[in-house]
């Protein structure tokens, strides 16, 4: 997704018990409210540079990375179609609102970088539909059914706690599930991490595992000149890996792209 813009793993109960597999199956996993705010202000803080990702509804730009127009809480793209769903998602619950016209423009730019049809009545439409809670509906729901709940089923799948699922869902939000258009996608990412370590599900360490995703993050980043700051990765994820912060427990300090943050609760 975004350069402004930008985890996961609620234990299954069957992580290895290892030195280093860190998991306690009894910890809460990212669908816990608590984690899922945690969740939501990490990536908020790689994709808006900031911790207020309530405040992100409104925000739309083309950042030039070759998606189009990126907007809202975790950078849903007019280039890669989550724009296209929230917008229809939108219309769904409040038809006849003032973005519900923009649907064929949207369509028709799906898969390129293009404005047509959408320009400055678009993005000031986009903004003030912010206003609206049906459309932030609109935009938690496209997330967490894109990218929040496959990435933390997957997570807990590979008997990963919540840092894990939130790693996987950190992964789905910049990358998406499949790859497309010279861009890595998750699923390649977690069969690269497999071939290189077996995940806590499998009896093997987490620690170990979440590294070998995480470098097959870091290449799968450096392929996209769009994308090629690896900080959200190495002053970040791997900070709370190395840290053994299994179950994303605060206080929680990283950087990205050279900004600090930091979590104190809950």
């Not at 595992?209 to 690896?230: G, M, Q, W």
Request: hydrophobic share 35%; charged share 25%; with cysteine.
């Amino acid at each position: 997704m975004t350069a402004l813009v930008t985890a996961l793993v609620a234990l299954s109960g069957c992580s290895a018990s290892g030195a280093g597999s860190g998991s306690d199956p009894a910890g809460p996993g990212l669908d816990d409210p608590a984690k899922k705010e945690i969740a939501m202000q990490l990536v908020s803080s790689a994709e808006n540079s900031t911790l207020d990702w309530k405040g992100q509804y409104k925000y739309i730009q083309d950042i030039g990375d070759g998606r189009g127009y990126t907007a809202g809480i975790i950078g849903f793209c007019s280039g890669t179609g989550d724009m296209l769903k929230v917008v229809e998602r939108y219309a769904a619950t409040r038809p006849g609102n003032p973005l519900e016209r923009f649907l064929p423009a949207l369509r028709a730019v799906k898969g390129s970088d293009a404005h047509d049809g959408l320009g400055r009545p678009f993005t000031d439409a986009w903004a003030k539909a912010a206003a609206d809670a049906a459309f932030r509906s609109a935009q938690d729901a496209e997330r967490d059914h894109s990218y929040f709940d496959p990435a933390v089923r997957q997570a807990k799948d590979d008997g990963l706690g919540a840092l894990g699922q939130f790693i996987y869902y950190d992964a789905y939000v910049m990358h998406g599930a499949a790859d497309s258009g010279g861009t890595v996608g998750f699923r390649t990412m977690r069969r690269e991490a497999l071939a290189a370590a077996e995940p806590p599900s499998r009896g093997g360490d987490e620690t170990t595992y979440l590294n070998a995703f995480l470098d097959a993050r870091v290449t799968a980043i450096r392929k996209e000149p769009s994308h090629s700051d690896v900080s959200r990765i190495e002053t970040a994820q791997r900070v709370f890996v190395r840290e053994g912060r299994f179950r994303l427990e605060t206080p929680l300090k990283w950087k990205v792209y050279g900004d600090s943050y930091r979590i104190d609760g809950p």
